[in-house]
């Protein structure tokens, strides 16, 4: 009978869980976070998401280390570029709709009954969101909204550059190489794509310490894609 308890409890831990019931926690940790000559590619996935993040927060003024918190906690980045893009603009709490998006499953559930209008959210963003717009391609919609407005690239560039294959943080990051060695972002991109260049060799090539991302990101924000070379 001593062995009852912990038999009962090993067995109640290898029953499946509903699936409401598993935490969605991602793991947003890097343990390379800088560039290795070596190992060219090794710290890349670091340096697009800490862009990315770093572009997020300065457009939408948000704390980096509670943006990554909410990332560690299991917030998918597409649903952060929707959330607070649509609380920007409509006065609402990005965290509101956020819970919201969890509750209903889906980001047209929560939005619609909104009734966000072309003007305020963008065209293409309320076209995607009235037809088949997938959550991806909503989050997209936000990024190519915030570099038009911002004008941090010519929209055929930004086409180019989507119509390659370029996901969000490939263009954020491509851009703000573009910024400094004043290349196309879209050759940038390519040569990624291609092999023959990592993003850690351009960063490196660039002179930029991605320790600064942030103030990187801020001064391509403050001062506009014509003003690189920096």
């Avoid at 598993?22 to 862009?51: E, K, M, Q, V």
Wanted: charged share 20%.
């Amino acid at each position: 009978m001593r062995y009852a308890l912990p038999t009962i409890t090993l067995m109640l831990l290898l029953l499946p869980l509903p699936a409401g019931a598993i935490p969605a926690i991602t793991c947003h940790c890097f343990t390379d976070r800088s560039y290795d000559p070596a190992r060219p590619a090794l710290a890349d996935p670091y340096f697009l998401a800490t862009t990315q993040n770093s572009f997020f927060a300065e457009v939408f003024g948000v704390d980096k280390k509670s943006l990554v918190m909410k990332k560690q906690q299991g917030a998918a980045s597409d649903d952060l570029w929707i959330a607070y893009w649509v609380g920007s603009k409509m006065g609402m709490s990005p965290e509101s709709l956020l819970k919201a998006r969890q509750e209903r499953g889906q980001w047209k559930d929560v939005l619609a009954p909104l009734r966000p209008s072309a003007k305020v959210v963008g065209t293409r963003f309320a076209a995607l969101l009235n037809g088949k717009g997938s959550q991806p391609l909503l989050a997209e919609a936000v990024v190519d909204e915030l570099f038009r407005s911002r004008q941090l690239l010519p929209d055929k560039e930004l086409a180019a550059l989507r119509q390659a294959g370029a996901s969000n943080q490939e263009v954020i990051l491509a851009t703000v190489i573009a910024a400094r060695t004043r290349q196309p972002a879209r050759q940038i991109y390519l040569g990624v794509k291609n092999g023959s260049r990592t993003w850690g060799a351009h960063l490196q090539g660039a002179k930029i310490d991605t320790k600064n991302m942030q103030q990187e990101v801020a001064d391509l924000l403050h001062l506009g894609p014509n003003q690189g070379g920096r």
